[in-house]
């Protein structure tokens, strides 16, 4: 037995054990339901995590508190993630957790990931599949459990905006296992029915677990396949379901739907009024403009009598100047006619035939004379350019005894030659051609 054991002292014992478990727990998840939950003014978060045998008193400081994804409430199932530590002023074991999420959200985050993965490759999403909501539209159809808050929030925004639109309820669950089948059928029935032009999915805010009747696949399918437009508002607008993805327009909110799909009556009245206006400008700028061309009319129209009055003078005007015309005319004419009679007095073309017929034996004559002449001076020429011709002509060189020599090739032999021998040759004399043949030759 030691004889001198080791005393310690209060605040180094816990901070020994303090300094063992965080070195042994530094990060461990715990899971269990919060009993105590307090929220002091400085942001952090105390609160105690137990299951049916044991507690653990745990705290979460300001920085790590201000990330939580949700407000945390006595009662609820969460996971924590921290390290295990002594509070020292007390003695306490307690862990001080770094983050904290409901218990199960882990997998159906997880599950809602793969499910929204899958229906993004399907196409499910594409804007170029989202039909349009209706400008105006007859009837109003809200998919939404008949007590929920969210309905009477919609029915209220509705009749504050354009009271005169009916609304259709297709009532079914929000919540729980029953949801999704319900909401298909809701919506199914929309559709065989056939009378909204447009449906509000509604539903208020709650938790992953709450609004997991939403993130259903058969569901999805229905709300592309619908006919009708869709429009989803699914809790606030920090959650985000399939439905929301799959819808043709997301609101943030209920009351943000209604005011997304119903007119405003103020801004109609508006519209119509400003139209009224501009159709009265319009009417009156017209009148105005049709008065000014009626004006213009008058101003040139003419009395029929002063207008007959005027036709009147003007025909006679042109009366007058038809009769002048007519009278130059004719005096023209008789003049013309005068002047061919002159010309075709019988002994003026007598007088004139034996001049031309004169004149045409005097011509004959001397074209007679300039062709003999003429063919004369040619004959002359012929015979001179015949006498040169004979004198260069080598047939006539010919006739005075000389000869032309050809070989094979009709080529004109110039000199003797040795290639000759054996061959035939063709002389040409003035008078004939000699075939010889070749069998000796001379220098």
């Not at 400003?274 to 319009?282: G, K």
């Not at 009055?309 to 100047?321: G, K, P, V």
């Not at 015979?383 to 005075?400: F, G, H, K, M, Q």
Request: some cysteine; charged content about 25%.
């Amino acid at each position: 037995m030691n004889q001198n054991p080791r005393i310690y002292r209060v605040s180094e014992l816990a901070n020994e054990m303090r300094n063992l478990l965080e070195m042994s727990y530094a990060s461990v998840w715990i899971e269990g339901e919060l009993s105590t939950l307090s929220k002091p003014a400085s942001g952090h978060i105390y609160f105690t995590i137990k299951d049916d045998e044991a507690q653990i008193r745990c705290a979460m400081f300001r920085n790590q508190a201000q990330r939580l994804p949700f407000s945390p409430s006595v009662g609820e199932k969460v996971k924590i993630r921290g390290k295990l530590s002594v509070y020292t002023a007390r003695g306490d074991l307690q862990c001080i957790a770094q983050s904290m999420e409901k218990a199960g959200e882990g997998e159906l985050n997880k599950a809602f990931e793969l499910l929204k993965q899958k229906l993004l490759e399907l196409g499910l999403f594409d804007r170029a599949n989202k039909k349009s909501l209706p400008e105006y539209p007859k009837n109003i159809g809200i998919v939404s459990s008949a007590s929920a808050a969210a309905l009477q929030d919609i029915i209220t925004t509705l009749k504050r905006r354009c009271p005169g639109i009916p609304v259709t309820l297709y009532p079914s669950l929000v919540q729980g296992d029953n949801a999704a089948p319900q909401l298909v059928d809701a919506i199914k029935l929309a559709n065989q029915a056939q009378v909204s032009d447009v449906i509000i999915l509604a539903r208020g805010g709650g938790s992953l677990e709450d609004l997991w009747g939403f993130n259903d696949e058969t569901l999805a399918h229905t709300i592309s396949e619908s006919k009708i437009p869709i429009i989803s508002a699914v809790g606030h607008e920090v959650d985000f379901t399939i439905a929301d993805f799959v819808a043709d327009l997301r609101a943030p909110t209920p009351t943000a739907a209604a005011e997304l799909v119903a007119p405003d009556v103020d801004n109609l009245m508006q519209k119509l009024f400003s139209i009224r206006q501009r159709a009265v400008r319009q009417t009156v700028r017209r009148i105005e403009t049709h008065a000014q061309m009626v004006d213009a009319m008058q101003y040139r129209l003419i009395h029929p009598s002063t207008k007959i009055e005027n036709n009147r003078q003007q025909l006679q005007a042109l009366a007058q100047i038809m009769s002048r015309n007519m009278q130059q005319v004719s005096s023209q004419r008789k003049q013309n006619l005068q002047q061919l009679g002159r010309r075709l007095n019988p002994q003026l073309i007598s007088e004139r035939v034996t001049l031309r017929r004169s004149d045409l034996n005097r011509a004959g004559s001397s074209l007679l004379k300039a062709v003999h002449d003429q063919t004369q001076r040619r004959n002359d020429q012929l015979s001179n350019i015949s006498e040169s011709l004979n004198v260069v002509n080598p047939l006539a060189t010919l006739e005075r005894g000389y000869s032309i020599t050809r070989d094979e090739h009709n080529e004109i032999v110039r000199k003797a030659s040795f290639n000759l021998i054996g061959t035939t040759i063709s002389i040409q004399l003035g008078e004939g051609r000699l075939e010889c043949d070749v069998k000796e030759i001379s220098e």
